[in-house]
């Protein structure tokens, strides 16, 4: 059996209690556990004078025990046990609070080695320290992270006591040459010295191989997922139609040239007879909506029935309003599905699709939820997809046979990243506006001048425009300092906004009361909206030219250009007056990118460098398992590494059956089981 996959129970130490809770905490074999990665380190080879030792500091000394523990119970709960020790420099005391078992373990008269927090305030102590034998090696040792009931002491001792039993045995997933390309240490090597790193230099090479690793059999799992869906699986074939022609004369603009390339390789998945999974990217306002259309057009031209699913459903009415108008004079029959259609429209939309009496529909979750059968559905679409779950997607492309699909995402990614967080779809970019589009003033402004940004809103309502006002909380809050929504709708009634009809939207609000609201403002019947960042992402406002972000120094810059897509979307001009409340000058600065930049995947880019490591939109999030020890984006040259590699093996047809990428193989495969990620499609 290979060693790693010897079950934890096998450990000493580990009894039946312990091992359910490592089972609990998801370790089962000694794999798991060489996985379980320190959170970080503590630096034992520096060693104080005991005298000289820093106030609350962690610190290690090499100290005699020259007398016995005392124990002097405080009161009911708090009992202290102190032992005197000596070095050359002086005499101070090692103390534990409520454990009295270091203490007895030692010997008077003998040399150790202690490492607890400094505390000088009336003697010298050493208070709660770990203590060593004075001639173990001392060096970098881990600090884990406590799990459940497990104490970062028991993962030390399991831990080590695994690398122990593996030591030299663990079979390598890379090849040696590969290892050499690129530059990648020996994993026995690796794991011991990520656990136990002999200098700082040995921590970062196992740091580097175990997260290129980690990198690279996620990649692996999710082009694999993609190449078996291609390899097995038969999608349909849509032939070319003259419709498609008669469209683009019809359209009262012409594509831009990315909306054609975009489109050109939508076409040529259509065309074939491999299954199309494609994600389109594109940023606010860059034209997503009618290369949608056309393909949907193309399956209806085809005979068969197309869906498009959205988020919310006044995104589903607002497309199905330009889906309508832009496929006027074709002979298509649309259908729209939402929560507010009747029992009765709603049977008889339902048995429109079952028939084949209409082609296409547009709806929000309600597609998937309620027992809709289509006759031919060919083609599925979802806009603003990271808004869906990978199993609501894969729901929706159950309703059909094998068909194509098709992802609309505003949400910028650099390539690298998508294409391990989508890497399993085929990927186009629209990375270009339509011509003409004015483009969105945006001023950084410090919060001192506020009085006059709400009295140029109050002087754009006055001229009949609208304005959306966004905070980022909705009530005070003792943690964070901003300005809160609720308190900032009063104030803009009684004051600047006086006599304007204002709403206050949030998170807090059910999605009903949240699309009525939405509805009312994009009919012109509120003024001013402020809200937190639940303005609907999406939402075609032409009227609308305004947004002002207070606390602007509290969001993402893609998020910031999000919220700022939001306006610029009629004839008027439309400004983004970002408030800072913050004096950093670093804040400040970075806000002010969004002044100069509005290429939105430019801005995604800054926004990951910005921002630090960690704080990372999880992988969680799009169905991808945790990362344990990659971290992205500042891992980002390893992962184009690791990708290089993975897209290198997966073209190569007998990669598979190699014995040199057997143990590869086998790990992928056990990722994708233990992760449950999705087979088949999307
Ligand atoms: P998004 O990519 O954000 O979904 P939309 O599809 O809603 O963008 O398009 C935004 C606006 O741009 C719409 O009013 C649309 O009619 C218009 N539009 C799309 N493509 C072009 C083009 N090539 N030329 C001019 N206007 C366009
Ligand atoms: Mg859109």
Redesign the pocket.
């Known amino acids: 059996m290979d060693i790693l996959e010897m079950p934890v129970s096998g450990i000493k130490g580990v009894g039946p209690k312990k091992q359910v809770y490592l089972h609990s905490a998801g370790i089962k074999t000694l794999e798991d556990l060489l996985y379980y990665f320190p959170r970080s380190y503590e630096d034992r080879s520096r060693l104080y004078p005991l005298v000289q030792i820093p106030h609350k500091q962690r610190v290690g000394v090499r100290a005699r025990v020259i007398g016995g523990p005392v124990e002097k119970r405080i009161n009911r709960r708090l009992t202290v046990i102190k032992v005197a020790i000596e070095d050359d420099s002086g005499r101070g005391w090692a103390v534990w609070f409520n454990n009295p078992y270091p203490a007895r373990q030692l010997k008077t008269g003998s040399e150790y080695l202690f490492f607890g927090k400094g505390d000088r305030r009336f003697e010298i102590q050493l208070l709660n320290p770990d203590v060593q034998k004075a001639d173990q090696r001392v060096g970098i040792v881990p600090v884990y992270p406590s799990r459940g009931r497990l104490t970062p002491g028991e993962f030390e001792r399991f831990i080590r006591t695994a690398l122990e039993l593996a030591s030299g045995k663990i079979k390598d997933v890379f090849p040696e040459e590969i290892r050499v390309h690129y530059d990648l240490g020996e994993i026995n090597y690796c794991l011991k010295n990520i656990h136990y790193p002999e200098d700082y230099n040995s921590l970062r090479q196992a740091r580097r191989r175990l997260v290129f690793q980690e990198l690279f059999l996620l990649q692996m799992g999710l082009l694999q997922i993609k190449k078996s869906v291609e390899d097995v699986e038969k999608g349909i074939f849509f032939a070319e139609k003259e419709v498609e022609e008669i469209f683009l004369k019809k359209l009262p ?4 040239a990315a ?1 054609k390339r975009v489109y050109g390789e939508i076409k040529k998945d259509m065309e074939s007879s491999r299954i199309m999974n494609r994600l389109v990217q ?1 940023d ?7 290369i949608a259309v056309m393909a949907l057009l193309k399956a209806v031209a085809n005979g068969y029935q197309g869906a498009l699913m959205v988020p919310t459903e006044i995104l589903a009415e607002q497309h199905y309003s330009t889906l309508t108008d832009l496929l006027k004079g074709f002979d298509v029959k649309a259908r729209l599905l939402t929560g507010s259609c009747s029992k009765k429209e709603r049977e008889r939309i339902y048995s429109d699709i079952r028939e084949g009496h209409a082609d296409i529909i547009v709806g929000t979750h309600s597609l998937v939820q309620g027992p809709l059968e289509f006759a031919r559905l060919g083609l599925v679409v979802t806009d603003e997809q990271h808004r869906f779950g990978v199993r609501q997607r894969a729901l929706l492309f159950g309703k059909g046979k094998n068909p194509d699909v098709l992802v609309m995402t ?1 949400t910028p990614i650099p390539r690298t990243l998508a294409l391990i967080l989508y890497g399993d779809l085929d990927i186009s970019i629209i990375d270009e506006m ?2 003409g589009r004015k483009t969105v003033e945006t001023y950084a402004v410090d919060k001192k001048i506020r009085d006059r940004v709400y009295k140029f809103v109050g002087r754009q309502l006055s001229e009949g425009r609208q304005a959306y006002i966004v905070c980022p909380l909705i009530e005070e809050s003792d943690v964070i300092e901003a300005v809160p929504a609720a308190v900032l709708y009063e104030e803009l009634k009684r004051k600047y906004l006086k006599g304007y009809r204002i709403e206050l939207m949030h998170g807090r609000m059910t999605g009903l009361q949240k699309e009525e609201i939405m509805r009312e403002f994009r009919d012109g019947k509120i003024n001013a909206l402020v809200s937190t960042t639940v303005v609907e992402v ?1 939402v ?1 406002v032409a009227n609308a030219n305004i947004m002002v972000i207070e606390n602007a120094e509290r969001f993402g810059l893609a998020q910031l250009h999000q919220l700022r897509g939001r306006v610029g979307r009629g004839k008027y001009q439309s400004y983004c007056i970002l408030v800072n409340h913050c004096s950093s000058r670093v804040a400040g600065e970075r806000i002010k990118t969004l002044c100069t930049i509005s290429d939105g995947f430019k801005i995604a880019e800054k926004d990951l460098t910005l921002r630090g490591p960690g704080d990372f939109f999880g992988t969680r999030q799009h169905g991808l398992p945790d990362l344990k020890i990659a971290r992205l984006p500042a891992d980002m040259d390893i992962l184009k590494d690791a990708q290089q590699l993975a897209l290198k093996i997966i073209k190569q047809p007998d990669a598979r059956t190699d014995a040199k990428w057997r143990q590869a193989f086998e790990k992928i495969e056990k990722l994708c089981n233990e992760n449950n990620l999705p087979q088949g499609t999307i």
């Open positions: 603009f012409d594509l831009t909306q594109g606010v306002g860059s034209g997503k909506t009618v505003a339509p011509p999406g075609n």
